[in-house]
């Protein structure tokens, strides 16, 4: 099963920038990749989870309209990784921020469905 591994996460002010990495490792990690629509999402205390950013496996993306113009997602194949480059931080940004994969990988005799989830990364923003 391939598994999703996030970094970049940390503290910042206000104004601040990080960039977030989540790269695909595991078995056949490169060719299950290319085949998943990548997402990053995040959970704040108290609140549900929410989407923050997708890339499609043709590279198409779309935003939560709270970090439109803010925040940039975008996916390497070559190194199975997606980013998310995120400008101009805000202190409601502060959340963990998960990395997520979906989609069907073909195989021999068929195909896999894959609906992946990693650990989270805590993004803090403070004055």
């Known amino acids: 099963q391939p598994q999703l591994v996030e970094s970049g996460g940390g503290l910042v002010q206000p104004g601040g920038s990080l960039r977030l990495s989540c790269r695909t490792s595991?078995?056949?990690?490169?060719?299950?990749?290319?085949?998943?629509?990548m997402g990053w999402y995040r959970q704040a205390p108290g609140k549900q989870r929410e989407l923050v950013a997708t890339?499609?496996?043709?590279?198409?993306?779309t935003y939560a309209d709270s970090v439109k113009g803010r925040f940039t997602i975008s996916r390497d194949n070559d190194a199975s990784t997606i980013y998310l480059q995120m400008n101009d931080l805000k202190p409601d940004d502060t959340a963990v921020y998960y990395c997520?994969?979906?989609?069907?990988?073909?195989?021999?005799?068929?195909?896999?469905?894959?609906?992946?989830w990693g650990e989270g990364t805590q993004v803090t923003v403070f004055s």
């Open positions: 997520n994969g979906q989609g069907r990988v073909m195989v021999p005799g068929g195909y896999d469905e894959h609906y992946l």
């Open positions: 890339v499609s496996t043709l590279g198409s993306t």
């Open positions: 595991g078995r056949n990690s490169g060719s299950v990749f290319r085949s998943l629509d």
